[in-house]
């Protein structure tokens, strides 16, 4: 197994060559996968850790991918999607399917996940690439008695797909998957069709598709797609043309392949957030190295107080996005049972904090965010290539509008303040043994609500009775915020046939209390993160509530309280010192506890 840090001294000892940011940004340019240091990972043995059962480390991975998210997100996204793509087998598959692709994974084989069409996107209910069991085609295709019958000749059965053994329990399928990562390089797929005409809930299955076991001309590579960011990537799609696939191919049971999906995607979403953290840590390196090689007037850029400001505000939020990625990804193993608000959330907020961090370093950049070759190069591309994180595996809206069809529930176990006590302890102690993960405990709507949001008022007073003094004030705001969210949120009812472009801000304030409750849990479960430059006086903690409570003061007037932004200003200065004297790799709450 890969550790983190084998990791990280690797790919520093690839920067001359399959890791080279320039050579990198060629093949961007060129719009060429990045084979080199595709290979170079799966000889690291990364492969593995995309394999969650029995023993599978889900943190570990999404660390393993921030590490590479960090120094590249084309090749995060390429190398990273064969977790995706895998993913429902670990969810729903059999023991046997799960051990059969668990050993072509860690073999180095890319798999995809074939859910989108060209004509209906996100609608998956939509989805018409379709599955025939073999018993109907056969029914369907049976001639009736003539000539032939009649005089005894004998009819030959249809050819058996090579390495099918037996025809019975067979599938057929046909139809389009567009817009798949991996779609033309991937072995094997996993792929959502319509097992019933009418569609619906029940009406789709999953199928682990291999190339290798279909005759010719049933898998038609469709061709690459260009793309904004990430412009290596296989961004691709593929054509099934009466495709022949064995029952042992079916993931789940007939029908469950909405369901499966959404489970899934409980796990996805939360892991996209590797490329998110991964892309900030990026943005602050190319920032500080701009800010400390820079002068402007006689003076370092990075001794201006705005660009101080500047940079100590994106770190606060960089912070803060890591806090929720790191509770969430460890709720897989320790609360899985609020998965499905956990996860919708986390991909909702994670990666629209993290595009607006990249927009306001890209504004400390100036031209040099916008050049693409030396100097300043590196981060024009960054930020092209992170926009695709909002989108994929569900956008933000779509997200937002998962966590709203949830919140009478969320609203009526917050008002109850019951929490799964031990479950989110184990989440945020870094230091405790994660059990291991259990797919049975995933549901589609989580029985007990979202425990970090519904013990924010006991994580808030345990703050206030262990210090740090500094944060007092932030803590009154924020269980104002939370009462406000409780008010708003025991009136709020979903509405059939769409949600009123008003609700998604009850939707963004849950985040937030989310996000809260994240940073107050680490801070008070693990001690190493009340110690060192960041700990001290809880500097980490405040500049991250300090963000959340929009207590800065961007357009330069008075805060909220009336009393301007001195205190942000004090407490984000302090940051940027913390960042321009610490290496990218080092900046983290994660690494930190460790």
Request: with cysteine; aromatic share 4%; glycine share 10%.
């Amino acid at each position: 197994m890969t550790t983190t840090a084998d990791l990280e001294t690797l790919l520093a000892t690839h920067e001359d060559d399959a890791f080279a940011p320039g050579a990198l940004a060629e093949l961007d340019a060129r719009e060429e996968f990045p084979d080199g240091a595709v290979r170079l990972l799966d000889d690291a043995g990364l492969p593995a850790h995309y394999v969650l059962p029995p023993d599978g480390d889900f943190s570990q991975t999404v660390r393993l991918l921030r590490t590479v998210a960090r120094r590249d997100l084309t090749v995060a996204i390429a190398h990273g999607k064969t977790f995706l793509g895998s993913a429902p087998v670990w969810v729903a598959g059999t023991p046997d399917q799960a051990a059969r692709l668990a050993e072509r994974v860690r073999a180095g084989e890319p798999v995809c996940w074939g859910l989108t069409e060209r004509d209906h996107g996100a609608d998956l209910l939509a989805s018409e690439l379709a599955a025939v069991a073999e018993a109907e085609v056969h029914a369907e295709a049976e001639p009736e008695l003539g000539a032939e019958a009649e005089s005894g000749a004998h009819v030959e059965p249809e050819a058996e797909a090579e390495g099918d053994a037996t025809a019975e329990g067979r599938w057929r399928l046909t139809g389009e998957k567009w817009l798949i990562n991996n779609a033309t390089r991937a072995t094997l797929a996993c792929v959502l069709a319509r097992t019933d005409p009418s569609g619906g809930g029940r009406g789709f299955s999953l199928f682990l598709v291999d190339k290798h076991r279909l005759p010719e001309g049933s898998w038609q590579n469709l061709p690459k797609v260009r793309t904004h960011g990430i412009r290596g990537a296989d961004i691709s799609g593929f054509a099934l043309a009466d495709a022949p696939v064995p029952a042992d191919a079916l993931v789940g049971e007939e029908g469950d392949g909405i369901a499966v999906v959404l489970k899934t995607l409980q796990l996805t979403r939360i892991a996209c957030t590797a490329l998110s953290l991964g892309a900030a840590d990026h943005a602050l390196r190319l920032a500080r190295d701009f800010a400390t090689g820079r002068e402007l007037y006689g003076r370092r850029l990075a001794d201006v107080p705005h660009v101080r400001r500047i940079l100590g505000r994106a770190a606060a939020a960089a912070l803060t996005a890591e806090a929720v990625s790191v509770l969430s990804v460890r709720s897989v193993h320790t609360l899985p049972g609020e998965l499905s608000a956990i996860s919708a959330l986390t991909k909702a907020y994670v990666p629209t904090l993290t595009q607006e961090t990249l927009t306001s370093l890209g504004e400390l950049l100036g031209v040099r965010g916008f050049l693409t070759s030396p100097p300043g190069s590196g981060f024009a591309k960054l930020e092209r290539d992170h926009r695709i994180c909002a989108i994929f595996d569900g956008s933000t809206v779509v997200n937002r509008a998962a966590l709203l069809n949830q919140m009478p529930r969320l609203a009526r176990q917050l008002s109850r303040r019951r929490t799964d006590t031990e479950g989110l302890r184990a989440a945020a102690d870094l230091t405790a043994p994660l059990p291991p993960f259990d797919r049975d405990r995933l549901t589609m709507l989580s029985v007990t609500g979202c425990s970090a949001v519904q013990a924010l008022p006991d994580l808030a007073t345990r703050v206030r009775e262990q210090g740090p003094p500094q944060a007092g004030p932030l803590i009154d705001r924020l269980l104002a915020e939370l009462d406000r969210l409780e008010t708003e949120s025991a009136d709020f009812i979903p509405v059939a046939g769409g949600l009123p472009s008003t609700a998604f801000g009850l939707a963004e304030a849950y985040e937030r209390a989310y996000a809260a409750a994240a940073c107050l849990l680490l801070w008070l479960e693990n001690p190493p993160l009340r110690t060192g430059r960041l700990g001290t006086d809880g500097l980490w903690l405040r500049a991250c509530l300090t963000v959340l409570l929009g207590e800065d003061d961007t357009d330069g007037t008075e805060g909220l309280d009336g009393q301007g932004d001195n205190d942000a200003n004090a407490v984000f200065d302090a940051l940027a010192d913390v960042v321009l004297d610490t290496p990218a790799t080092e900046f983290t709450l994660w690494g930190g506890a460790a």
